[in-house]
């Protein structure tokens, strides 16, 4: 009887294993069942994908066993998205790109072809023979300077261009830049105001690249703003150093500031429908890989203000 009594307890904890072990199972096949539907959710959102469709997410509790896998396909459909939308962007500048080359240089191309013509074959004579020659050269001229802005462009959005960043005195150096525009101010009868301080001014640059960047800028006013005074200044602050190319031209309208720097932009209104549109995009690129910045501000009838910033090196002033 005892031997009975023993067993009992040992019969209980048996059935009550096998319960737990037939519930477990239960839970597990449950469970493993839900991996599968979310395995196959998975599978034909990727299906889905495939054929063009981004914008699928997949849905998951934090619960879910699954669910970190979820995340991580939904971050790298959402890079995904952001790829294609970036590479239509893409497509489309670059047809507009070479829509604007066959316009911008057949065009000129066509009336350079059309004055040699007339000069060889005879059609004119004497000082309008030369008059000609002038200005098919000119219009050569014209070409050769927008084929070299398109040609820097592609450079830098093909990541070909390479930058020397060293430690410049910026003062000195903007000083000695300047030197070169003030002749064709005068000639241009454009008044001018220079304004660098004393003071050394030290900033991490690549040369080569803030040459490019002031002569976009003052070309720009030069060519474009109908100005008859330009102001350029070095300003030191605490962080940073701040050059500004102001002029007194034709205003930009306040629905086309906040797009001057978009390529191929062209303002209506604003100034000359000269150009390749591709000048200050560039300008904002150059800065930008240098770690700096550059701004615009216009307002009617006082002045446009590019605004060009650099940091300072830890030493800032000597």
């Known amino acids: 009887m005892d031997g009975v009594y023993m067993k009992l307890p040992v019969l209980v904890a048996v059935v009550v294993i096998a319960f737990i072990a037939v519930i477990s199972a239960l839970l597990i096949s449950r469970k493993m069942h839900n991996v599968k539907l979310k395995l196959n959710d998975i599978l034909e959102t990727l299906d889905d994908i495939t054929q063009g469709n981004s914008n699928r997410k997949i849905l998951a509790k934090p619960s879910d066993m699954t669910s970190m896998i979820c995340y991580k396909i939904n971050d790298i459909v959402l890079d995904f998205r952001k790829q294609v939308i970036d590479l239509k962007k893409a ?33 004119v004579v004497g000082a309008e023979r030369e008059e ?8 050569a001229h014209d070409m050769k300077d927008y084929v070299d802005v398109l040609f820097e462009w592609f450079k830098l959005n093909s990541n070909e261009e390479t930058f020397t960043i060293r430690e410049v005195e910026l003062a000195e150096f903007t000083r000695n830049l300047l030197k070169d525009w003030i002749p064709i101010f005068e000639d241009n009868r454009l008044d001018f105001d220079i304004d660098v301080p004393e003071k050394r001014i030290k900033v991490n640059l690549d ?31 605490t962080a940073d150093v701040m050059i500004s190319v102001a002029d007194d031209g034709k205003e930009i309208s306040k629905q086309d500031l906040p797009h001057v720097f978009e390529r191929l932009y062209k303002c209506d209104t604003a100034r000359s429908e000269k150009g390749s549109g591709l000048g200050l995009s560039i300008v904002q690129q150059l800065a930008e890989k240098m770690g700096g910045s550059i701004s615009v501000q216009s307002e009617t009838c006082q002045q446009t203000e590019f605004i060009v910033r650099f940091p300072l090196t830890d030493e800032k002033t000597c």
């Open 132 to 139: 000609y020659i002038e200005t098919a050269r000119l219009r």
């Open 207 to 237: 040369t080569d690249a803030y040459s490019r960047i002031m002569n976009n800028l003052i070309q720009n006013v030069v060519s474009h703003s109908r100005a008859t005074h330009v102001k350029i200044k070095v300003s030191l602050l």
């Open 91 to 123: 497509e489309k500048t670059n047809s507009q790109l070479m829509t604007s080359l066959s316009h911008d240089v057949r065009t000129p191309l066509t009336t350079l072809i059309g004055y040699l013509d007339a000069a060889q074959k005879g059609i």
